[in-house]
């Protein structure tokens, strides 16, 4: 048995698995669990993400309105399935210069420390990873891009790491992006990043072919005692278009930049209508994982074909042991 270190949970959302699967993650019964009209004026409701917050949950949610514009919301729930959201968009209070929204996606949110930090995918001037902080979800505080543009899927950790912040992140480009690796970036402050060093990359060949294109970070990374349990999205290029699934690996605890296992494999894919057929079909793409530290039990939200929010669960040892099972090598 692996240890998660972190709080316990025991409300988090949670099925267990059902017989005869031999996926180390499986999807909620009832998903998708946010529809794409969950709020009046949304197109799609997807790559969101969920904390704990106040004995329930909170969470910052990509919608894209019936303009298409994207753009993120509050929203909170008692249980973690069901969700009331915000109808109007989050507003930052900050610098003006930093403030101007070009659009705004894909946002991932943590605790540290006093109060909860929100990342997402900022448009200045191409693509960079914006930074906030709010302590109640009602009033948010943005602080400067961390990065230059282009980069996408900026991911902290969640606590500092040899006294610094700690986030993970893919420089990209300012379109659809054909190629991606992973980052770790440093700071003392949350505003100047460096010491970057590269974390993983794309595997050429047809040795794991589906993170073949390029790949990112998902959710918040989780401790456990054997390291840090990334989960993470890859993305082969195919005839009709990118294919996103979700793959999952292990980082060094205090070197996080060093990777110490992941899965050949990936650990879910495109199966389900509603991940196979949207806006963009074919996507499942993870921004947010409660966990239980007493019972090992992780639960994933995740977006699904760039339309809806689906929820899958897993536990530290069952990704544990895939990745043991179906190893990459290096
Ligand atoms: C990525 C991001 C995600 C999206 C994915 C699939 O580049 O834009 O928001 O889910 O493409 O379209």
């Known amino acids: ?10 409300n988090i959302p949670w099925q267990e698995k059902p017989a005869n699967t031999n996926s180390p993650v499986w999807r909620y019964s009832a998903n998708p669990i946010i529809n794409r ?21 909170a969470g910052v949610f990509r919608c894209d ?4 514009s994207m753009d993120i919301f509050a929203g909170f729930s008692d249980d973690g399935v069901n969700w009331k959201i915000n109808h109007e968009p989050i507003v930052f209070e900050g610098d003006e210069e930093i403030i101007k929204r070009e659009y705004r996606y894909d946002p991932r ?10 990342t997402w995918c900022n448009g200045y001037h191409g693509p960079t990873i914006g930074i906030a902080y709010t302590f109640d979800f009602k009033t948010f505080h943005q602080l400067e891009n961390a990065f230059l543009p282009y980069n996408r899927n900026g991911v902290l950790f969640p606590r500092k790491i040899n006294d610094h912040y700690a986030m993970v992140s893919r420089p990209s480009d300012t379109g659809h992006t054909p190629f991606g690796d992973i980052f770790y970036s440093v700071s003392p402050d949350l505003t100047f990043w460096g010491k ?33 349990l990334l989960i993470y999205h890859g993305v082969i290029n195919t005839c009709n278009g990118f294919v996103y699934r979700m793959g999952v690996a292990l980082l060094d605890i205090n070197e996080p930049w060093k990777v110490i296992a992941r899965s050949r494999n990936y650990i879910m894919g495109p199966e389900t209508l509603y991940e196979c057929v949207g806006d963009v ?15 090992g039990r992780i639960a994933i939200y995740y977006g699904c074909a760039d339309t809806v929010t689906g929820l899958a669960f897993t ?16």
């Open 315 to 330: 536990t530290v040892d069952e990704l544990l042991e895939y990745m043991e099972k179906f190893p990459l090598e290096a």
């Open 1 to 10: 048995m692996s240890k998660i270190i972190g709080e316990q949970l025991s």
């Open 37 to 57: 009209d969950a709020i009046p004026n949304s197109n799609s409701v997807f790559n969101s993400a969920v904390v704990p917050f106040e004995g329930g949950f």
């Open 109 to 118: 949110v943590i605790k540290i420390e006093d109060r909860y930090y929100i």
């Open 281 to 295: 079909p074919n996507v499942t793409f993870p921004c947010a994982a409660l966990t239980d530290a007493e019972t």
């Open 65 to 68: 309105s019936k303009s298409v």
């Open 196 to 228: 970057h060093r590269y974390v993983m990359g794309t595997v050429d060949g047809d040795t794991s072919a589906w993170q073949s294109k390029k790949i990112g970070p998902g959710p918040v990374p989780i401790e456990t005692d054997k390291g840090w």
